[in-house]
């Protein structure tokens, strides 16, 4: 990823920002994979059924995203003052050490508690990860970046997955507990790795002088906040479709793996298809990087969504392996795309120097919203069940909502692109704040 000559390829900064997403991409990878596999082990010595296990990893996901979505806003206001290197890096090690700590022998219940707060932990960090992007590049870079974050993040996530897949897959000589357990520890190191070179070179360009009382002052920033997105009509029906479609996405992330687990599909299957997807997804958000400078942004966010509603209808139908496999790579197709789009799509419509407090909404509306398909997918697994339907049944039945977010999503995005522009009460003062600003860590 060295410069060409003629032409530039990354900023230091943009570099060593595009490499935490390498580094947490493994746990996100090992979350929706190796994880939900483990869990269905840890349920089934405990006598649970397939079904209801699933269901019990859709409330887990939907706790975990509510927390989420309450603290993010917070966050995302302590991001704008000086001093969030610390803050990101507290947050990320709090994650890297409950993936970590998910190798300790647990029952099933615990598992689940270890699990939420490593996901919280990683939840928190992207808030402060995400509202970086405008301190590392530039403007017009912004949809190339963000990009290049997911891409790299997909398929640099390869590595420690494939040595876990490896030692799952082919140590048949290691107990079952001790195999996963060295492949929780192989992706919690490769994220502690990779989460150093950021956090030693960055330095915060846009932000707001710290207040005497930064935690009032954050619940009256928020209210400030809310009050000026009523006001900016684009950004704040953007925000209302982002939760809705981007909800599917995460729950399809969330569940899969238990999904076709629960159907009875192979371990191997499940394991290897998703690889697939995440290898699929390298070039293709590459790609829908290089389309953003073609093609309107609007256009490419709904082709994505209007793909990931064929994808959801499919997946309401799925009974095979092979139909698991073509899943796998329509997925990663418009996966990488939807979600960095969506981001610089975002970043676009917000104020640099509000940057943090901005994406810590964008996390309550994004990552913070997976709770609503989760909730509906353990829902009306549970509901069918309790009607007598058989556990296949209740299985396609819960997953059916999934494709409802999707379709709500698509006519709010195509009602919302067709508004003006936000114009910013604090754009006018942004070159007043960033002179008094000047650069910290």
């Not at 402060?128 to 590049?137: A, E, G, I, N, Q």
């Not at 919690?188 to 002088?209: D, E, N, S």
Request: proline share 4%; glycine share 8%; charged share 15%.
């Amino acid at each position: 990823m060295k410069n060409k000559p003629g032409k530039q390829r990354f900023s230091p900064a943009e570099l060593r920002w595009i490499l935490y997403d390498v580094g947490n991409s493994a746990f996100v990878l090992l979350a929706s994979t190796i994880l939900p596999i483990y869990f269905g082990a840890l349920t089934d010595e405990a006598g649970i059924g397939s079904a209801l296990s699933t269901a019990y990893w859709g409330y887990a996901a939907s706790v975990v995203t509510i927390i989420t979505a309450v603290i993010a806003p917070i966050l995302g206001t302590y991001a704008d003052f000086s001093g969030k290197r610390p803050l990101f890096f507290g947050f990320a090690l709090l994650g890297i050490v409950g993936c970590c700590f998910l190798a300790v022998p647990m029952s099933w219940i615990a598992f689940l508690l270890v699990y939420g707060i490593a996901k919280v932990g990683l939840s928190s960090s992207l808030v402060f990860y995400d509202s970086m992007l405008p301190d590392v590049t530039t403007e017009k870079r912004l949809h190339r970046i963000s990009s290049h974050g997911y891409a790299w993040g997909y398929i640099g996530s390869c590595i420690p997955f494939l040595i876990s897949l490896v030692v799952v897959l082919l140590c048949d000589f290691i107990e079952y507990p001790v195999r996963m357990a060295i492949a929780f520890l192989v992706n919690g190191i490769w994220w502690f790795v990779f989460t150093l070179p950021l956090m030693k070179v960055y330095r915060q360009k846009h932000f707001l002088p710290r207040p005497p009382h930064p935690v009032r002052d954050t619940f009256r920033r928020l209210g400030q906040l809310f009050s000026e997105l009523k006001k900016n009509r684009k950004a704040f029906l953007f925000l209302i479709s982002f939760f809705f479609y981007i909800d599917g996405v995460y729950t399809i992330i969330d569940m899969a793996t238990k999904f076709g687990e629960s159907l009875d599909f192979s371990m191997e299957t499940l394991l290897v298809a998703l690889l697939v997807t995440q290898i699929v997804a390298f070039p293709s958000a590459i790609l829908f990087g290089k389309f953003s400078g073609k093609f309107a942004d609007a256009k490419l966010i709904a082709v994505c969504i209007a793909a990931y509603t064929c994808i959801g209808f499919f997946a309401v139908f799925l009974y095979y392996e092979w139909q698991f496999w073509l899943l796998a790579v329509a997925v990663g197709l418009f996966q990488g795309g939807i979600q960095a789009l969506s981001r610089s799509y975002f970043a676009k419509l917000v104020p640099a120097e509000k940057s943090g407090e901005f994406f810590g909404v964008f996390d309550i509306f994004g990552k913070g919203a997976a709770f609503l398909g989760t909730l509906l997918v353990g829902g009306c697994t549970s509901l069918a069940l309790a009607f007598g339907a058989s556990e296949d049944l209740a299985l396609h039945v819960g997953i059916l909502p999934v494709s409802v977010l999707f379709v709500v999503g698509f006519f709010l995005f195509l009602f919302t692109a067709r508004q003006p522009d936000p114009v910013w009460e604090s754009a006018a003062n942004a070159e007043t704040a960033d002179d008094a600003a000047g650069t910290t860590e």
